[in-house]
């Protein structure tokens, strides 16, 4: 039997299947959970279809089960990917806005920098201005590593999807 939406274990008089055998009507269930003897679970979908011989008195039903584990899975995955991948995007537009932030401040530090008659103890604290924000250019140069680096490219995000579509194309087919 499968469970019901909060996960308890159905009934026989409650297990759509069973009621599906009784009523004698055909149906299909979608993302079921359903036990195995040993008690473990595993995502199905499964179909009650109705057999009736020529006088259209049913003869029994047939009843077949697909377990969803890899699917569920490689649809885990897909989702992983997608995260990484806005991830990726996200980290890739705040070190781009970082970058333009920096460029504004390096340049701003260079033209102060530039006066002759600048206090030495000024001089000193833009020099570290200028520092820190080239100490920042390296931090958002890495975050651009991370962004083209990330696994999520378009190409793989494709090639899962497609990887997926293929192996179930010819379960389900």
């Known amino acids: 039997h499968h469970t019901a939406e909060d996960g308890t ?3 026989e008089a409650d297990c759509r299947i069973m009621k599906a055998m009784r009523t004698k009507t055909a149906c299909r269930l979608d993302h ?3 036990w195995r003897k040993d008690g473990t679970s595993f995502p199905a979908s499964c ?3 109705p057999l009736r011989d020529g006088t259209d008195v049913e003869s029994g039903a047939v009843i077949s089960f697909l377990d969803l584990t890899e699917r569920k899975a490689l649809e885990l995955q897909v989702r992983q990917v997608q995260k990484m991948e806005a991830l990726g995007q996200l980290a890739a537009g705040v070190a781009h806005d970082f970058n333009n932030l920096l460029t504004v401040m390096k340049g701003y530090s260079d033209l102060v920098l530039l ?3 600048l206090p030495a ?3 000193t604290r833009i020099e570290e201005i200028k520092k820190a924000a ?3 250019t390296v931090l958002t140069g ?3 590593a991370f962004a083209r680096g990330s696994p999520s490219t378009p190409e793989k995000l494709r090639a899962l999807r497609r990887s997926f579509r293929e192996r179930h194309r010819h379960r389900d087919g």
């Open 32 to 34: 079921e959970l359903l």
């Open 9 to 11: 274990r159905l009934s």
């Open 134 to 136: 080239d100490r920042a």
């Open 115 to 117: 006066q002759k008659d």
């Open 142 to 144: 890495q975050l651009f």
């Open 47 to 49: 179909s009650v279809t």
């Open 121 to 123: 103890v000024s001089r």
